[in-house]
């Protein structure tokens, strides 16, 4: 719960509705028939289309399902436990988003200690990583590569504005990936595609990660992603926005 007996889905709900000054916001929620009936009447309050799936648990199920179920021309998927903290974060994104070359956006997610949890994605040999995880968000070491906007390969889906009809036509996650590497795919599916996914540290929120559900990754999923995008990430030379002089173990811009 994220304070008393609210959950981490209200505070996420909550925190949009306060404080985001864009005015334009439909908002679509996929239930897996797991909130609690006085929760599911608090959140339906939020004025909500309600998307309840009876599946087991796959992430890129949902996201497609809540995609399929929404009106508007620009998508952004965001996990429930992401709780909103910059008011324009939804103008600051769009503002690369709407750009044609552009595919995914993302934005700079924080502990509630404001240590970075995500700052973009960068693919080494070991799969992906975070780029300065659990550096504080201040931190002025890593070539101030966190505090400006950046093309990476891939941003995570936990927070990530695109365009409807990019979305579509990439043919959205594959569900393939229930757990883990399912915004990664779909990121270097964009690149393939021809689009930047990119970084913005101009909108901040605080990711309570992995509260709402166990970030094991399956090694199944690893040697999934890595036999249908080793041979992309060799034809490309390795991750193009990671100098390879850099440390090749932790993606930090150090050496």
């Not at 966190?146 to 889906?157: A, D, K, P």
Request: aromatic share 10%; with cysteine.
């Amino acid at each position: 719960m994220a304070d008393g007996q609210r959950s981490h889905l209200e505070n996420c709900l909550d925190s949009i509705v306060t404080h985001s000054t864009y005015p334009q916001i439909e908002l679509v929620v996929v239930d897996g028939f797991d909130l609690p009936p006085d929760t599911l009447d608090r959140v339906k309050a939020f004025g909500i289309e309600l998307v309840r799936c009876d599946e087991p648990f796959n992430f890129s199920r949902r996201i497609n399902a809540g995609v399929q179920h929404s009106q508007g021309e620009v998508v952004m998927i965001l996990n429930d436990d992401i709780e909103i903290t910059t008011p324009d974060w939804l103008e600051s994104m769009l503002e690369l988003c709407q750009q044609a070359e552009i595919g995914a956006v993302g934005a700079k997610l924080l502990f509630p200690n404001d240590h970075i949890q995500h700052a973009g994605v960068i693919i080494l040999d070991a799969g992906p990583g975070h780029v300065f995880y659990n550096l504080h968000r201040d931190d002025s070491n890593a070539l101030l590569a966190h505090l400006s906007n950046r093309n990476y390969l891939c941003v995570t889906g936990a927070c990530m504005m695109v365009r409807r009809a990019v979305f579509d036509q990439v043919n959205g996650l594959d569900e393939i990936f229930p757990l883990s590497y399912n915004d990664v795919d779909f990121c270097l599916k964009l690149h393939q595609a021809g689009y930047r996914n990119v970084y913005t540290p101009f909108v901040e929120l605080i990711h309570y990660e992995s509260v709402s559900r166990d970030c094991t990754v399956l090694p199944a999923e690893l040697a999934t992603f890595k036999a249908r995008w080793q041979p992309y990430l060799d034809a490309l030379g390795g991750d193009p926005y990671y100098n390879p002089n850099f440390n090749q173990v932790s993606p930090t811009f150090t050496f």
